[in-house]
């Protein structure tokens, strides 16, 4: 016994197999190489009847786990004898599935299965499941995955690849006939396109594993789509070089690609990569038709990717493209790909108009399928940065209105990434209208959606927001959380929206007394801002560069950096910056007045400076006075409280006030 406890070397299957063979050769150890695992394991097959071995071979031939209403079904086409497989070959080398889709056995070979099976269960090579009959017959698994192994290896790989075919080709009969076993996960294609895989039958697998992503991806399971499709590419580099070969290659990465974008972010290398070797086949063959949706998929990452130029230039195409075409669809999506382009790069009022018109023309039951192919829906896409746009602009309120009404909508959808794009998104405006708490509640339901459905760049924007709004609510360690997010965001390629989350995290740092990694932060945001062109949130970052100045020696730089901020917000029509801006030169007015009155030496003081602080004031008031809605937001409730202590007077005639926009967003 100790001999056989040292040679298994602690694994349990080999303990158990050498214990069964001490036993059955009445405690004679077994000496190699017949005591390796395998050899053991041939050794137990090799001691069952030939009806035994042949079931066993179909059995593994299926998968580790099978059922008897399939095997039924192969048995009723080849005896079951074993000479390295069930049943002989026909004179071809390949056997012809006899009978239709449903044939059965007759009495005597059911009882000879049966018995086949039972002694299979007897000597340990098979269970039957704990639920013992199922509905559509019984369930029987290899009791070790190596076990199997060596049952599917006993056939001869020539008799193993005619097998696969024959099974794959009933399976597609019964797929297609009435009379067919009920059990519909039989008939997966998926299933049908393992066994054509293993036959060698490359067109037949390629098609069913093209057919398997599709019913994947319809069902908002994106890593499984993303494994079918990747194992056509792989079965694909095995057919001849040639135009034909060509076409179905970029048919398969037009597929993959938004999938992609669902797994991985839109800016992960792999998605670039999948979209420029379907560029490149694209324009080889001259396939204009699928121009729009590979135009699509470029944009989408250079705009994740931070070239918001070359979106731009991308998102102009697919509009003028959309036009010609006269097709709601690919204006839907177009208008999608300008007004999140021109939103990142400043420009809110166009935001506001393509957006609004987006998801104006978003019709549920003409669009809703698209989020399976689309990588998100483009109806929530619009209704978000909506939203957005609505809160720069100067309208919380409806902002808020319409987030929830996006958020409704990617609920409705059964689409894990447009679900998680909506509760981020919704959860940003949250953060921005001060209410940490609402935004963490939404966050908590991303990240356990991103753990089940998603990863990536997903997953790392739901813990930097819900870092933020920790760091928010005053809890330090939520600065940690955003930290570590925006480094899996950028990790995974994505550099779209990163000057926002830098100046956030700034923001955040400098609240809770690190100033130095404030520092860092904030430059790290202005480098973006010059290298990718994403203006949005500059009018945030130059206040927040301010806020690091000391105002005894700093009150200059302070004022011109204002002054800076609130000429670009102005020009933005970023009426929530302007705001936070003029809130910030009264606070920077008072914070004079009084250190000139304790310590006027050490100020860089002048009249000028009075005067133009004064007119600070008055503005505020009228930046305020233009607000009709939001009154009880955090933003809007410090300008009041500002005014209610006597910090801004009545502006005089003289004073400099915002430039007049419309109301109406």
Known sequence: ???????????????????????????????????????????????????????????????????????????????????????????????????????????????????????????????????????????????????????????????????????????????????????????????????????????LAMQHWERAAGDAASKGAVKEAVDHLSRALVLLESLPQEASRDERELRILLALGPLLRSAHGHGAPLVEDTYARAYDLCVRHGKHAQMFPLLVGLWQCNMAGGDLDEAATLGARLLILAEGARDSTMRLIAMHAVGTTRFLQGDVGAAIEHTRAGWQLYDRSAHGELAFTHGHDPGVGHGMYLAWSLWQAGYPEQALVQARAALTLARSLGHPMSLAFALCHTAILHNLRGEHAEAEALLLESRALAEDDLRGSWAALAQLQRGWALAGSGDPAGVTLMEEGIAAWRQSGARAGTTFYYVALGQAQLHHGDRAAAEDSLAMAAALVAQNGEHFYEPELLRSQAMLMDITTGALEITALHQRALALAEAQSARAWQLRLWCDRVELAHALELAHDLEPGNVEFSTAQISALEEARAGLQACLDWFTEGHDTADLRHASALLELGLAPEPPATSVTPATQERAP
């Open 1 to 203: 016994m100790e001999q056989i406890v040292e040679r298994a070397g602690g694994l349990p299957l080999y303990l158990e197999e050498l214990t069964h063979a001490w036993l059955q050769r009445q405690g004679v150890i077994v000496a190699p190489p017949e005591a390796t695992l395998p050899g053991l394991l041939g050794a137990r097959l090799d001691s069952l009847t030939a009806p035994a071995l042949a079931a066993a071979q179909l059995g593994a031939l299926l998968a580790c786990d099978f059922r008897t209403e399939l095997l039924q079904a192969l048995a009723a086409q080849w005896p079951l004898t074993a000479d390295g497989a069930a049943g002989a070959a026909s004179p071809g080398g390949v056997d012809e599935l006899g009978g239709g889709p449903a044939a059965t056995l007759d009495d005597a070979a059911q009882v000879a299965l049966e018995g086949a099976l039972d002694e299979l269960c007897d000597k340990g090579i098979v269970h039957r499941s704990a639920a013992g009959q199922a509905a559509h017959g019984a369930r029987y698994g290899f009791r070790h995955a190596l076990m199997q192994d060596v049952a599917y290896q006993s056939m001869a790989p020539e008799r193993r690849r005619a097998r696969h075919a024959q099974v794959a080709d009933l399976l597609v009969r019964w797929s297609e006939s009435h009379d067919r076993p009920p059990s519909t996960d039989l008939f997966t294609p998926e299933l049908i396109a393992h066994h054509y895989d293993c036959a060698g039958h490359t067109e």
